[in-house]
C-alpha cells in the first residue's frame, strides 16, 4: 500500500499564517486556508457559459485572493472553460502562496451535460486543457472526478486513477486528489497512489460521509466538502434557522462555521458570485458555536 501524501504526523492544524477562520491546512506541501473559494458559480446559469456580468466574476476573484484565500476550487468543465480563464484573468500572474485545484474526469456536452470521460485520452486532454486555459506548466491538485450527477456510483478507478498518476510522473500534476466517490473508491486508491483530499457532496443536512470524513482525518488527508450551503437548494432547517436567529446570523453563516467545527481537516469551498456574499461568508464561517448549538446542529443530518 503506497503511503499518503499527507499523514497524521506531518499534517496541518491551524497556523497563525492567515486571520481567515479554520487557520490553515497542508495537503502534501501545500498549504492552503481552510476558507477556500469555489469557483462553479462564476459562469452563466446551468454553469454553462460566460456570467451575465464578467467584471462582477473577475473581481469575485480578486477580492477572494486579497482577502487571504489561498485555494480556489475549479474544473475546467465550468463552462466549459470559462472558469478556468476568468481565474487566470483575474489572478494570473498567480500570487506565492495561491493553490488553484481542478478536477478531471467530464466534459460538457451541448445540452448543459456532464458526460463522464474518464478514458486515459479523455484524461490527457482534460489535464493539457487546465494547464492551458489556467497559464500553468504544472498544475498544483488534480481531483479525478468519479461517479456522475446523481453521486458516486461503485466501479473499480484502477484505470483512471493510475492515469491520473502517470500524468502526475510526467511533472503536470504535483498532487492527487478524488471526487465524487465510495469508501471503496478511496480504499482502492490507496492501493495505486497517494491522494492529499478527497472532495465529496456533504454539509449539515448531508451527512454521509461522517465515517470517511473521520477516517481521513485520522490520516491527514483534507475532505473538501462540495455544496457546503446545499448548492442549487440552499439548506433548510428549522433547527438551523433557530440556531442562526439566536446568534443573530443568516443560516449560512451557520452552515459554514459548523463545517470548521466539525473536524480540522475540512476545507471549506463555498461558491458565489458576488463580493458582499464573499465577505458575509467568511465572517461568518467564524462564527463561535457554543457546545449546545453543535450537538443540536449535529442531529440535523443524522
Ligand atoms: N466535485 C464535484 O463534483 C463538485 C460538484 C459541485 C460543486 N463543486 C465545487 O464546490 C463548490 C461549492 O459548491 P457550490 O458553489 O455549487 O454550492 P454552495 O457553495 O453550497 O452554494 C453556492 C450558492 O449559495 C449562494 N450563496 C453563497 N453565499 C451566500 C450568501 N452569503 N447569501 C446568499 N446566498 C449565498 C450562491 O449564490 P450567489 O452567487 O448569489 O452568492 C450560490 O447560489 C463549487 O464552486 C465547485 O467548485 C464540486
Not at 103 to 121: H, L, M, N, S
Not at 199 to 217: E, K, S, T
Not at 247 to 262: D, I, K
Request: charged content about 15%; aromatic content about 4%.
Amino acid at each position: 500500500m503506497t503511503t499518503p501524501a499527507g499523514t497524521a504526523a506531518s499534517a496541518p492544524a491551524s497556523t497563525p499564517t492567515t486571520t481567515l477562520p479554520g487557520g490553515t491546512w497542508t495537503m502534501g506541501g501545500l498549504t492552503v486556508t481552510r476558507f477556500g473559494y469555489g469557483a462553479m458559480q462564476l459562469t452563466g446559469p446551468g454553469v454553462t457559459g460566460p456570467p451575465a456580468d464578467p467584471d462582477g466574476a473577475l473581481a469575485v476573484l480578486r477580492e477572494a485572493v486579497r482577502l487571504g484565500i489561498t485555494h480556489i476550487d475549479t474544473a475546467d468543465a465550468y463552462g466549459p472553460h470559462v472558469t478556468n480563464r476568468l481565474i487566470r484573468e483575474a489572478l494570473h500572474p498567480y500570487p506565492d502562496g495561491l493553490h488553484v485545484v481542478t478536477k478531471v474526469g467530464a466534459v460538457r456536452d451541448a445540452q448543459g451535460g456532464w458526460p463522464v470521460a474518464r478514458e486515459p485520452d479523455d484524461l490527457r486532454r482534460a489535464v493539457h486543457s487546465n494547464l492551458e486555459n489556467l497559464g500553468v506548466e504544472s498544475l498544483d491538485l488534480v481531483n479525478l472526478r468519479l461517479g456522475d450527477a446523481e453521486g458516486p456510483q461503485p466501479g473499480s478507478l484502477a484505470r483512471a486513477y493510475e492515469t491520473l498518476a502517470g500524468l502526475q510522473q510526467e511533472g503536470l500534476i504535483r498532487h492527487l486528489g478524488l471526487s465524487n466517490v465510495t469508501a471503496e473508491q478511496v480504499a482502492e486508491a490507496e492501493g495505486i497512489a497517494p491522494f492529499v483530499c478527497v472532495q465529496n457532496l456533504y454539509n449539515l443536512a448531508h451527512r454521509g460521509d461522517d465515517d470517511l470524513v473521520d477516517r481521513l482525518a485520522a490520516r491527514g488527508i483534507a475532505y473538501v466538502p462540495f455544496f457546503p450551503l446545499g448548492g442549487f437548494s440552499p439548506l433548510q432547517s428549522s433547527e438551523l434557522s433557530a440556531v442562526a436567529a439566536r446568534y443573530g446570523v443568516r443560516p449560512m453563516a451557520v452552515a459554514l462555521a459548523w463545517l470548521l467545527h466539525r473536524s480540522p481537516n475540512i476545507l471549506l469551498i463555498p461558491g458565489t458570485s458576488s463580493v458582499a456574499h464573499l465577505r458575509e461568508n467568511i465572517t461568518g464561517a467564524g462564527l463561535a458555536l457554543s457546545g449546545q448549538d453543535l450537538t443540536r446542529l449535529d442531529a440535523i443530518g443524522r
